[in-house]
């Protein structure tokens, strides 16, 4: 009965609605994993340089979603648009290659490999030399640049050839940060990106994702806790088993109303 009533505060005629530029827009995705319905029929947008925050309880489709966003996993119906056309993201290269960087606080990385090369993973940039037909991988180019975006992301004192292993969970965070600026992505998804962090890196987490804004950079940011998502957020989308339950802009609502909510 509680939760009837909680549905209606937020009802679908009041969602925020799209502009007429967004820059993703997702419309009826279904998703079925076997006898599961893990999205009924969801609408969904980004505009460009916005933050979402997509919060709901466990289960409620939230990394479904994003997951075919990024290219992890392919929907059972519904349409997605990118900038305008209709895509199909079949894989995260499709995605990458459209703008959509997608962080995973523990997968997005090769813990054995350098931060230099993390940066570059599947995009390494080639010497022009080629070896028994293969393209030799620029490693100084790669040690350059990622010098430099560490630089921009104050992770300064570590080097580029130190291990992803030897990293906070922060700064791996941040070195897929420096990636997403690097390739100049157009949005960025984070999926519980402050699980198991501190307070601190959580804080520099968002104050990344804040400055990624900045220049012009969306991001989707899933997480359990409204109280790091709501302070950088430019609008709210809460999901309940498969549904979109609320679409509201930050300035509409408030911290109390959302807890309400989705607890
Ligand atoms: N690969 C899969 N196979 C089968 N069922 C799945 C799979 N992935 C997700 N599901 C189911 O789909 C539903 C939505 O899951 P999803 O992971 O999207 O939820 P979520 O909102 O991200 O939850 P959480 O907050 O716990 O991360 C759940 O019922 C889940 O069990
Ligand atoms: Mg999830």
Not at 16 to 38: D, T
Not at 110 to 131: C, D, H, Q, W, Y
Not at 155 to 183: C, D, H, K, W
Request: charged share 20%; net charge neutral; with cysteine.
């Amino acid at each position: 009965m509680v939760a009837v009533i909680k549905e209606h505060a937020f009802p679908p005629e009041q969602f925020v609605k799209p502009s007429a530029n967004p820059l993703v827009r997702c419309e009826g995705l279904v998703k079925w994993y076997g006898s599961v319905q893990a999205l009924t029929g969801v609408d969904f947008h980004a505009e460009p340089g916005e933050i979402v925050g997509l919060v709901g309880d466990n289960g409620a489709g939230k990394s479904t979603l994003i997951k075919i966003l990024s290219g992890a996993d392919t929907p059972t119906s519904g349409k997605i648009y990118f900038a305008g056309k209709e895509v199909s993201i079949r894989s995260p290269k499709v995605a990458m290659a459209l703008g959509i960087e997608t962080i995973y606080q523990y997968t997005a990385m090769v813990p054995a490999m350098s931060i230099a090369r993390n940066m570059f993973i599947g995009r390494e940039p080639l010497t022009g030399f080629k070896l028994g037909g293969i393209g030799i991988m620029d490693q100084k180019s790669m040690v350059d640049h990622a010098t430099k975006s560490l630089t921009n992301i104050d992770l300064t004192q570590r080097s580029p050839n130190t291990t992803v292993e030897e990293l906070s969970g922060g700064q791996r965070q941040a070195v897929a940060i420096a990636r997403a600026m690097y390739f100049k992505s157009q949005l960025l998804i984070l999926d519980e990106p402050t699980n198991h962090l501190s307070v601190k890196e959580t804080n520099k987490v968002l104050d990344y994702v804040a400055e990624l804004k900045d220049q012009g950079i969306g991001s989707i940011f899933i997480s359990h806790n409204l109280h790091h998502i709501f302070p950088i957020a430019d609008r709210i989308v809460a999901m309940a088993r498969g549904a979109k339950i609320a679409d509201i802009r930050k300035s509409d609502t408030t911290i109390e109303a959302l807890t309400d909510l989705i607890v």
